[in-house]
């Protein structure tokens, strides 16, 4: 059988301008059932699909690519899928920790996640720091993530700021809650991709999305690729932004 040529994914989408790009990422239990699969299979299939993604995203010059994972309402989901994704998590960063340090990737986990399993959150913060010195593009993993939570927590450190009498109440203006966000060291939000069909932002990012572009896909998590993301860019590219100007 004949080797399927890798595409050229840097002449899909040219001077396509994004820096910061996020994907939910939908579909997992879908293209499980349409296989008549358990939806642990449609996870291990996500989870391939997240391998050739952030490849691809870095051959597509992104400075980051930010990937909602597991969100806080997540949780509801049964105990049994809970544990299916937490072994998968566990699985992928011990065996991709290494790939991402090869190519220079450093790795940020954003979310509520030191409330997860100890043994996980030692695992989180060693590839974290394992990564930390690197100079190339970011791949954030929103884990234990919820937009609305964060918000509150950021409200909670400036109100407690202004206490102190660190800040004057009446001075804390976006910069201020821009950096008491998980995101405050990662570019602006360009790009926000949603795949499965679904129109809607979940609780993620969304202060961070304030201007930044929608992209929605008919396709199924586990079947995009790099040449997906690339044709997502490429929308991008065609965007007029004009932030409320004219």
Known sequence: MATKAK????????AHGVRHAAIIMDGNGRWAKKRLLPRVAG??????????????????????????????????????????????????????????????VRLRVIGNYRALDPALVEMIDGAMARTAGNSGPIVAIALNYGAQDEMVRAVRELAARAANGDVAAQDIGVADIDAALYTA?????????????????????????????LY?????????????????????RLRDRRFGGL
């Open 216 to 236: 929605f896909t008919d396709m199924l998590w586990p079947d995009f690729d790099g040449r997906a993301l690339a044709q997502a860019l490429d929308a991008f």
């Open 43 to 104: 996870h291990r299939a996500g989870v391939e699909a997240v391998r050739r993604v952030a490849r691809a995203a870095q051959e597509l010059g992104l400075e980051c690519l930010t990937l909602y994972a597991f969100s806080s309402e997540n949780w509801k989901r049964p105990a049994s899928e809970v544990s299916d994704l937490m072994g998968l998590l566990r699985h992928f960063i011990q065996s991709d920790i290494d790939e991402f340090h090869a190519n220079g």
């Open 185 to 213: 060291d990662l570019p602006p939000l360009d790009l926000m991709i949603r795949t499965s069909g679904e129109q809607r932002l979940s609780n993620f990012l969304l202060w961070q999305a304030a201007y930044a572009e």
């Open 7 to 14: 595409p050229d994914l840097t002449s899909i989408a040219p």
